[in-house]
T-cell receptor, first 114, second 113 residues
Framework: KAGVTQTPRYLIKTRGQQVTLSCSPISGHRSVSWYQQTPGQGLQFLFE???????NKGNFPGRFSGRQFSNSRSEMNVSTLELGDSALYLC?????????????FGPGTRLTVL | AQSVAQPEDQVNVAEGNPLTVKCTYSVSGNPYLFWYVQYPNRGLQFLLKYITGDNLVKGSYGFEAEFNKSQTSFHLKKPSALVSDSALYFC???????????FGAGTRLAVHP
């Protein structure tokens, strides 16, 4: 079975721009979660989507948003980029039941904001 | 609130020796505990989890972890370390009913030949 895929793998943006990251879950997985990894804050939960609905949200500003499509693929968007948004963004997928289920991570998208 | 602590930033061990990476947790209710490993420029790889049942959990690549409720610990262990085990290890806890992982700060494991 193919693993979680994320595109693009690397992105360079400037302050004030917006960015969209994409995640394709493992086939059959219906839950997609997003995490931000930085040297200073470590791994932090952004949000989880299931059945095209946000089921849980972390403590991030409204500039961070996401969505999930009917095929379980997910995107996250960051608007008005700030230097502090530079991070590795990880997507993870899991089966819905049982919860909490094992989350399988993609390779991540490395975002650099200049 | 749920939290996880990994008290060691780095663990150094000689190849062939046993290794332990420590993790303690704080949750209300029953904990759901996970260990992940991260190699450079890679995502997280799942090693093992504790949901319920036996306190000793066996996982991938010869790793195991022992759940200790009285000490609120979930230490990762391996009987004989390999140089290829050198990586960043994360302990995580999740709440019941939703897929949200709270991670520890991570422990860098260095296995020396």
């Amino acid at each position: 079975k193919a693993g979680v895929t994320q595109t693009p793998r690397y992105l360079i943006k400037t302050r004030g721009q917006q960015v969209t990251l994409s995640c394709s879950p493992i086939s059959g997985h219906r839950s997609v979660s997003w995490y931000q990894q930085t040297p200073g804050q470590g791994l932090q939960f952004l949000f989880e989507y299931f059945s095209e609905t946000q089921r849980n949200k972390g403590n991030f500003p409204g500039r961070f948003s996401g969505r999930q499509f009917s095929n379980s693929r997910s995107e996250m968007n960051v608007s008005t980029l700030e230097l502090g948004d530079s991070a590795l963004y990880l997507c993870a997928s899991s089966l819905v039941d049982p919860t909490p289920d094992t989350q399988y991570f993609g390779p991540g998208t490395r975002l650099t904001v200049l | 609130a749920q939290s996880v602590a990994q008290p060691e930033d780095q663990v150094n061990v000689a190849e062939g020796n046993p290794l332990t990476v420590k993790c303690t947790y704080s949750v209300s209710g029953n904990p759901y505990l996970f260990w992940y490993v991260q190699y450079p420029n890679r995502g997280l790889q799942f090693l093992l989890k504790y949901i319920t049942g036996d306190n000793l959990v066996k996982g991938s690549y010869g790793f195991e972890a022992e759940f200790n409720k009285s000490q609120t610990s979930f230490h990762l262990k391996k009987p004989s370390a390999l140089v290829s085990d050198s990586a960043l290890y994360f302990c995580a806890v999740s709440g019941r009913g939703y897929n949200k992982l709270i991670f520890g700060a991570g422990t860098r494991l260095a296995v020396h030949p």
